[in-house]
C-alpha cells in the first residue's frame, strides 16, 4: 500500500487547510485511514480516523476545528482543518491500517506550519 499525501503548507493563526491523501495497492477488507501528526522533539499522536464501515474518530484536541472526510470508490481521506493555532504545527501523516490482520502503512507525511 503506498499512501500520497498533499495539503500542507505555511498558515496565519485562525487560517484553514484541506490535507489529502491518496491509498493505492492492496486496498481491501474491514480497514481505516486517517491522520497522526508529530510535532518537533514529541511523539507521533492520534489527530483522526475514519474506518471503513463510516465511523470517525477524532483527538480531544481537535474540538471540532477538524474534520475527516473518506471516499471508499477513490481510496482517498481528506482531512479539513480549521481555526489553526501554531500549536497544531507539526508534520501530518496519513495512516491506513488493515483491521483483522492490523498491517499499517504511512505516508510520507505534509507539513502543517502555522504562524502566531
Known amino acids: 500500500v503506498q499512501l500520497q499525501a498533499s495539503g500542507g503548507g505555511l498558515v496565519q493563526a485562525g487560517g484553514s487547510l484541506r490535507l489529502s491523501c491518496a491509498a493505492s495497492g492492496s486496498i481491501f477488507g474491514a480497514n481505516v485511514m486517517g491522520w497522526y501528526r508529530q510535532a518537533q522533539g514529541k511523539e507521533r499522536e492520534l489527530v483522526a480516523l475514519s474506518f471503513s464501515g463510516g465511523v470517525a474518530t477524532y483527538a480531544d484536541f481537535v474540538k471540532g476545528r477538524f474534520t475527516i472526510f473518506r471516499d471508499n470508490t477513490k481510496n482517498t481521506v481528506a482531512l479539513q482543518v480549521n481555526s489553526l493555532n501554531p500549536d497544531d504545527t507539526a508534520k501530518y501523516y496519513c495512516?491506513?491500517?488493515?483491521?483483522?490482520?492490523?498491517?499499517?502503512?504511512w505516508g510520507m507525511g505534509t507539513q502543517v506550519t502555522v504562524s502566531s
Open positions: 495512516h491506513y491500517r488493515r483491521l483483522i490482520s492490523r498491517d499499517g502503512y
